[in-house]
């Protein structure tokens, strides 16, 4: 268990009076209110070992006094002498101390996790010329001996004079730093003492072999960057009297591109003059001809990256070749040399940032352009203009082939296109690219003119045209003329013979259906005449059309029907006639009788004979009546069989 006390317990209080001092018995700290009072407390001072009394009256805090009432105006600070002695008694004591280790990382000293040193002795308050070190440690290595001073930075580090003093004096310097532990007990510092505390050697032998070696790696670095900086500028002296060397590549694809553009008016967008120096082997309105276009011809229209529009040039080896992999460290040494030098992907950001000026293109993003549409409007107007005139010619080719594929060779047939456009550009006083030319009024005229004898030669019939437009087509037309009136009256003929045909199946048909329902009655409703349909015979209607033969099927069914109304008619008459007869011949119980009164006139019927009457069940009821007129009906119906 520790004693209690810590570091921070030594120092004087803020009224500058301290409470703990050495027992002179025991040499153990004791705190004033633990010793007998007055000079009988035989303590001494921590800093100064002077006797000290242990005041303890009731007006006062408690405190110790020295002696001599000197008031230890020097021994205030009694905790830094308390860790001086007990660091030393720690280090005796262990015979060793944990010192780091030294490496040299990059050019810097580093102290990393340490090492343990054994000691011979271990000295305080050692005093060497005007250096007197906190602790002194003596430890050999091999037949060698060896100092190391040994500083405890208890609140301040060790000051500069003593650093100064230090510094020429052959010998390890360590510092503890002990300031974070004021408040730990004073029996729990061995381990922080020994080891665990951070520490720091100010100088050793392997600090000072470090700052040798350090020292000749920078002299070997510096000579070899001396020679490399020779190295580069007699590179960047190549490289720059390369770049000032003019660009005499040609490349034919380039110089066509070169003249698309100014054919599409887009010169204004290139450099022409090509006097400054250049990365590339082609001239500058080559290159920069190349990128516009693909510019336009981007489809997806997200736009091209400058560093992708570099490498599609350096692929086509429009670089020169020692200007090809330069990076930037190397690009600034050039261009201190040449301020006019720029790498390849400068000066085609420098194009490119030009034509976002001149409103051509714009930034889709960081380093990334894209043509604006009028730029691309404008070349597709310049191309369409162009393809105009070779399209309008080919078409019309076409149309003169058509046109004269119907001419034989006695009528003119052998007629070159050439020469025929030649005379037709003349009789309307332009040149032949003139009339086929986008907006020319006089094509309108012309073309329409040979669509419409295109057009009337596949007419029906074939009309000749006024305006022929010099092609020898006089003949043909009266040709196909006289070709199509034959071709029409054969067909007036074979539609004749069509219409007979169709009108004698129509008259098998009605007659076919005539005798399928009307049976002997067929020929005789055949000849009639049927008013609703113009007194006119169902023979008749079938000849007129398909139209006229469905009304007179139609008036066939209608005849079939009501003959068959009829039919069942007569079956009902001649049914209730026989229940008449039978009843008269039952009533009479003659026979003759019987037939005279059916055949007999009778008042009661109208003056109408019975036999004629009867023709359902109600009438023969009125027949039934009349035989027996003083009978009722009931009556009558009960005397019915």
Known sequence: MG?????????????????FAVSKDDGRLRHVDAVPRGLSCRCKCVTCEEDLIARQGDVNGHSFAHKSGSGGSGCASAGETELHRRGKEIIERAGMVTVPRVTVIDGI????????????????????????????????????????????????????????????????????DLSRYRHVDLDDLTDIVLQEAPR?????????????????????????????????????????????????????????????????????????????????????????????MWLIDEDERSGLKCLDIVERISSRGWVKPGLRWIDREQARTLAETDPDFRLPYDEVLSYLNRLVVNEACFKTGKSTFAIRVRIVQKVHDVLFEREVGPKRKAKLLQTFQRIMETVRPEEGGELDFEIWLDLCAARYNVAVDTLLEHGSTAWESFHASVEQIASSLGRKPPLKPQNLEGLPLGGVFERLMETYLQEEARKAELRQQQLHLERDARRRRISDLARQHLHFGAD???????????????T???????????????????????????AEARKVQERYQMELTEYAHRFFRSPERAELWLKSSHPSLGSRRPIDVCLDERSMKLCVQALEPKQTSRAAGSRRP
């Open 200 to 292: 720091y050697l100010i100088q050793s032998p392997a600090i000072s072999l470090a700052k040798k070696k350090i020292e000749e790696d920078r002299l070997v670095a510096e000579k070899e960057r001396i020679i490399a900086e020779a190295r580069l500028a007699a590179e960047a002296q190549s490289k720059i009297v390369e770049y000032r060397k003019p660009g005499s590549l040609t490349d034919q694809v380039a110089i066509q591109t070169f003249h698309e553009l100014h054919g599409f008016g887009l010169g204004e967008l290139l450099e022409l003059d090509d006097a400054l120096p250049s990365a590339f082997t082609v001239t500058r309105k080559l290159w920069q001809s190349v990128i516009l």
């Open 109 to 176: 000293i580093t102290q990393t996790a340490g090492k343990i040193v054994q000691f011979e002795e271990v000295l305080l308050e050692y005093r060497d010329g005007d250096v007197v070190p906190d602790i002194v440690g003596i430890h050999r290595v091999g037949l060698k001996t060896f100092r190391m001073f040994i500083e405890i930075k208890n609140t301040h580090g060790c000051p500069q004079s003593k650093l100064d003093k230090l510094a020429l004096m052959d010998v390890s310097v360590m510092e503890i």
């Open 524 to 538: 005789e409703w055949l000849a009639s005449k049927i008013g609703t349909h113009g007194e006119k015979t169902p």
């Open 540 to 566: 008749e209607m079938a000849d007129e059309s398909e139209a006229s033969m469905a009304k007179a099927v139609s008036a066939l069914f209608d005849e079939a029907d009501r003959l068959g109304r009829l």
């Open 3 to 19: 004693c209690g006390i810590t570091l921070s317990d030594l120092d004087a209080r803020e009224d500058g009076t301290v409470v």
